[in-house]
């Protein structure tokens, strides 16, 4: 089963402030304006949203001519502000084509009626918080029509690695003895990586404690995926550009390992 941290007063309400100070605009999202390349055409395609949370891309998959879009997410609350936003920014006829439901994703279950019905399965930063990622795949490939894709997001393996990571945004540890040492003899930043070929859980503390991920390698992600026959159409890594860092969008740290990973896949004909 997943855990529900979004639902605990004290992280929702965390991360509902970290939302609005981040000012989350999809069309100036770095992130997402690195994951929308990858996201095939939307209009006339019935999508589904693994791990909707606010429900942002539901909505901009109705804005964009999905026939219709089912979000997906553990958390209550999450689904709450995602339906009380479509309702409040989206037009009547793409508010209507928008369905929520409140489903774990390590247990989801859709009927044997939507096989290979849709034609976009999407998730954002959702993935690596699944127990069983086989599972999910295996039910995403399924309920794909031929030719339809999977998109996603998440963080990646070399951000996921450490096991006893701190404050995460600070983990870069100082190597004094590297060749790139400063004058003031700290060293150079680096990025631990000796958990990771060690897969499993994390539990790390941000915006509050105790929040439980699963860390995957590369090799990892891979494995699942094409155990289950799709066809890799893309793949990216997230590192900051000078003109993000410039605009504050970014920081420093971010510049030592990527910070997610994008794939798109496609279901063979």
């Known amino acids: 089963m997943a855990q529900n941290i979004y639902d605990r007063q004290d992280f929702f309400d965390a991360y509902d402030k970290y939302i609005d100070r981040s000012s989350k605009d999809v069309d100036t999202d770095p992130a997402w304006n690195r994951l ?11 999508v589904l949203d693994l791990g909707c949370g606010s429900g942002w891309f539901c909505r901009w998959a109705a804005a964009h001519g999905a026939r219709s879009v089912l979000g997906v997410d553990v958390s209550e609350k999450m689904l709450a502000k995602a339906r009380g936003l479509s309702a409040a920014t989206t037009t009547t006829e793409e508010h209507a084509r928008i369905e929520y439901r409140r489903a774990d994703l390590d247990e989801l279950t859709l009927p044997e009626s ?22 999910v795949v295996a039910l995403a490939h399924r309920v794909l ?13 070399i951000y996921t690695a450490p096991r ?23 060293g150079e930043l680096c990025w631990p990586l000796t958990g990771y ?7 790390v503390d941000w915006l509050a404690k105790g929040l439980r991920k699963y860390h995957r390698s590369v090799t990892g992600y891979m494995d ?29 740290v971010e510049k030592l390992r990527p910070l997610f990973l994008m794939m798109s896949l496609q279901k063979q004909n």
């Open 224 to 252: 699942v995926l094409l155990a289950q026959g799709f066809l890799v159409r893309a793949f990216k890594e997230f590192f900051p550009t000078e003109e993000e860092l410039a605009s504050g969008r970014a920081d420093e």
């Open 36 to 46: 929308a390349p990858l996201v095939p055409p939307v209009a006339g395609l019935d």
């Open 145 to 157: 029509a031929p030719g339809g894709f999977f998109v996603f997001n998440v963080e990646h393996p």
């Open 164 to 186: 006893n990571p701190r404050v995460v945004r600070a983990a870069p540890v100082a190597d004094e003895n590297s060749q790139g040492a400063s004058d003031d003899a700290q």
């Open 114 to 135: 939507d096989t290979a019905r849709y034609g976009l399965v999407f998730s954002s930063l959702a993935l690596h918080y699944l127990a069983d990622l086989p599972r």
């Open 197 to 203: 070929g060690d897969e499993g859980e994390r539990v």
